[in-house]
């Protein structure tokens, strides 16, 4: 690899800043969240949004609760300039909602931006420049003096504009584009200036926003380069000192969260990080990371595979299976411990709610491997757990007990695990809870063996004939038998004594499968038969006639293990 064509980021920004405070602060509450899917995420897709998809991702965001919505660069494109006239002209704008609008440091394009927001009821105009070395050589032509007068020109013409509309309804913004590759002390200059330009004051304060437009360095330096500028920008509180970071190297949402942490009040962001290139940081994942740490994010995320589904279809693009938060698999475990971890995570926190006395979805959160209820984005816990051969004992057990009601035995679930190992090796699928019934059935219930050594339950009849002594008349392979006990169960096996068949009961249990009296039974029995220990599954609406199946699926079972 040819390394060495690059140089280290600590070479190309240095920032003055030795005691920094950002490491020991705390995330305690939601920053202004700025979506701007419908500018920086539309200008990165294939095939941009037309009006229609605008006016849905749109909606989307307001039925979210974004306050601040960037809708556009309404100078660059005619559906852009349309949506903006749209949103003007429909009077549908909610009264605690800005949008902004984005342009460069260019008279004409200005004057066309406010065009585009005559009659709105409340606008923010974004003006941005490069404010890099490589940008203002390379890409615009000037030097570090030309730069800032054509900055501080341009912004003269947005402050006279923003005060030809009625007074308070525009307000400001900046953005020193490549703010992480610009020298601190130039950034300062420029935004110091515009702060003044535009007489900034807390009740009027102008928004700077340092993004990190294509991102070199490690969290640490923005979260640096952020500190410096939270301390030093002039009039501060006159400042929203916002961050937009893109995720080149894949830390994006590390970015905004050490931003935060360094005095960033505002993060602009996409959902589910489209945008340029590797996308802009991720709006989702940051709410959703606060929400996980007692956070309010302050943004509905409860349904959230509409959010995703509308942001698909507005975008074109497919959100990744394994998107955090979102993904068809982030809710899952495939693999044995991961499963035993969660089942018993899912029973401990069933228990402790109801010991509370509240509803588990009140409960605090404490199930391993998942790092928040999947409910609170409303996913279901049916997805949670799936079988394939890296799965145990605890993954199939948990979906026969909440598919079917079924609750096996802790010692008959190793068992039952391996067979289903062997049929998810064998056939390098998945197994859904269907398929692990269906295996269940034809193990334990039907296990429709060697026709010709299974014994087969014809007619049969228990009586209690004096009290506490009972008889079973039962026929077995076309024989009739008969036995006496002091159990309808134990006269049954005393009747396949008579037919040479000896089995000892060493586990017994049963259970309802559903609650009513038209419930069926299930009983499970681990048995001795003629020297052979197996298990036997039983299920009726008879629980009487559960267990004596239960014991005869023993007693055939036993037959094949010891030909196996
Ligand atoms: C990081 C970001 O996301 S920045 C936003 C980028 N978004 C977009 O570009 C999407 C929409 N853009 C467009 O549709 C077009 O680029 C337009 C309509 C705005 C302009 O198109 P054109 O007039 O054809 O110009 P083009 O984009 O090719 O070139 C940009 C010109 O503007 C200059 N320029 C670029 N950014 C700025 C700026 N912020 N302020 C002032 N001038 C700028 C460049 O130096 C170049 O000037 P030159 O023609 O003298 O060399
Ligand atoms: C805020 C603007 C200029 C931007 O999208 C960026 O720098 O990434
Ligand atoms: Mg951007």
């Known amino acids: 690899m040819p390394s060495h064509r690059y140089r280290s980021a600590y070479e190309k920004v240095s920032v003055p800043l030795t005691d920094r405070a950002w490491p020991t602060a705390r995330l305690t509450r939601a920053p202004l969240w700025v979506?701007?899917?419908?500018?920086?995420?539309?200008?990165?897709?294939?095939?941009?949004?037309d009006t229609?998809?605008?006016?849905?991702?749109?909606?989307?965001?307001?039925?979210?609760?974004?306050?601040?919505?960037?809708?556009?660069?309404?100078?660059?494109?005619?559906?852009?300039?349309?949506?903006?006239?749209?949103?003007?002209?429909?009077?549908?704008?909610?009264?605690?909602?800005?949008?902004?609008?984005?342009?460069?440091?260019?008279?004409?394009?200005?004057?066309?931006?406010?065009?585009?927001?005559e009659g709105l009821p409340r606008a923010m105009v974004h003006m941005y420049t490069a404010t890099a070395p490589t940008w203002r050589e390379v890409v615009l032509g000037y030097d570090r003096d030309g730069l800032r007068e054509l900055i501080t020109r341009n912004a003269a013409l947005v402050g006279r504009l923003a005060d030809r509309h009625r007074a308070g309804t525009v307000r400001l913004q900046f953005s020193p584009e490549v703010f992480n590759l610009t020298e601190p002390d130039y950034v300062l200059e420029v935004c110091d200036s515009l702060t003044e330009l535009w007489d900034a004051s807390p009740d009027r304060p102008?928004?700077?926003?340092?993004?990190?437009?294509?991102?070199?360095?490690?969290?640490?330096?923005?979260?640096?380069q952020i500190e410096y500028m939270h301390r030093n920008l002039a009039r501060r509180d006159a400042v929203i000192l916002s961050v937009h970071p893109h995720n080149d190297r894949g830390t994006g949402v590390a970015c905004a969260e050490l931003a935060v942490l360094a005095g960033a009040q505002r993060v602009e962001g996409c959902l589910f990080g489209n945008g340029e290139r590797t996308g802009n940081v991720d709006l989702v994942t940051l709410g959703l990371n606060l929400h996980a740490q007692g956070v309010d994010p302050m943004i509905d995320f409860s349904d959230i595979d509409e959010i995703r589904r509308v942001v698909e279809h507005c975008n074109r693009l497919p959100v990744h299976i394994r998107?955090?938060?979102?993904?068809?698999?982030?809710?899952?475990?495939?693999?044995?411990?991961?499963?035993?971890?969660?089942?018993?995570?899912?029973?401990?926190?069933?228990?402790?709610?109801?010991?509370?006395?509240?509803?588990?979805?009140?409960h605090p959160w404490n199930v391993?491997?998942?790092?928040?209820?999947?409910?609170?984005?409303?996913?279901?816990?049916?997805?949670?757990?799936?079988?394939?051969?890296?799965?145990?004992?605890?993954?199939?057990?948990?979906?026969?007990?909440?598919?079917?009601?079924?609750?096996?035995?802790?010692?008959?679930?190793?068992?039952?695990?391996?067979?289903?190992?062997?049929?998810?090796?064998?056939?390098?699928?998945?197994?859904?809870?269907?398929?692990?019934?269906?295996?269940?059935?034809?193990?334990?219930?039907?296990?429709?063996?060697?026709?010709?050594?299974?014994?087969?339950?014809?007619?049969?009849?228990?009586?209690?004939?004096?009290?506490?002594?009972?008889?079973?008349?039962?026929?077995?392979?076309?024989?009739?038998?008969?036995?006496?006990?002091?159990?309808?169960?134990?006269?049954?096996?005393?009747?396949?004594?008579?037919?040479?068949?000896?089995?000892?009961?060493?586990?017994?249990?049963?259970?309802?499968?559903?609650?009513?009296?038209?419930?069926?039974?299930?009983?499970?029995?681990?048995?001795?038969?003629?020297?052979?220990?197996?298990?036997?599954?039983?299920?009726?609406?008879?629980?009487?006639?559960?267990?004596?199946?239960?014991?005869?699926?023993?007693?055939?079972r036993a037959a094949v293990v010891a030909s196996s």
């Not at 979506?35 to 949004?49: C, I, K, S, T, Y």
Request: proline share 6%; with cysteine; charged share 20%.
């Open 35 to 49: 979506p701007v899917d419908l500018r920086d995420g539309n200008q990165a897709l294939a095939e941009p949004m």
């Open 52 to 117: 229609a998809r605008k006016s849905e991702m749109f909606a989307l965001m307001l039925a979210m609760g974004y306050k601040e919505i960037e809708v556009g660069y309404p100078s660059a494109s005619q559906t852009d300039y349309d949506f903006v006239r749209h949103l003007a002209t429909s009077d549908t704008l909610p009264e605690d909602v800005t949008v902004v609008v984005f342009t460069p440091a260019k008279p004409d394009l200005i004057e066309r931006t406010f065009a585009s927001i």
């Open 206 to 224: 102008v928004v700077h926003n340092l993004p990190a437009t294509v991102e070199i360095a490690s969290p640490n330096v923005y979260a640096d």
């Open 323 to 362: 998107h955090p938060y979102v993904g068809d698999l982030v809710y899952t475990a495939f693999s044995g411990t991961h499963q035993d971890a969660i089942k018993k995570g899912m029973t401990h926190h069933a228990a402790a709610a109801a010991a509370a006395g509240v509803p588990e979805r009140e």
């Open 368 to 556: 391993p491997y998942l790092p928040i209820d999947p409910a609170d984005v409303g996913r279901g816990y049916e997805a949670v757990i799936r079988v394939n051969s890296q799965s145990g004992k605890g993954g199939v057990s948990y979906l026969l007990q909440t598919e079917y009601g079924l609750d096996l035995p802790r010692a008959l679930q190793p068992e039952f695990s391996a067979v289903v190992q062997r049929a998810t090796d064998a056939s390098g699928t998945e197994a859904s809870a269907g398929d692990l019934f269906a295996l269940f059935h034809a193990t334990y219930l039907d296990p429709g063996t060697d026709p010709d050594g299974a014994v087969v339950l014809g007619p049969w009849s228990t009586n209690e004939i004096a009290p506490g002594e009972h008889e079973c008349v039962c026929v077995l392979s076309a024989v009739e038998y008969r036995g006496r006990g002091n159990g309808p169960l134990s006269a049954f096996i005393r009747a396949l004594a008579e037919a040479g068949l000896k089995v000892d009961v060493l586990t017994y249990a049963e259970h309802a499968v559903d609650s009513g009296l038209d419930s069926a039974a299930v009983c499970y029995a681990e048995c001795r038969v003629d020297g052979e220990v197996s298990w036997g599954v039983g299920m009726d609406t008879s629980v009487l006639a559960a267990s004596v199946r239960a014991v005869l699926s023993a007693v055939n």
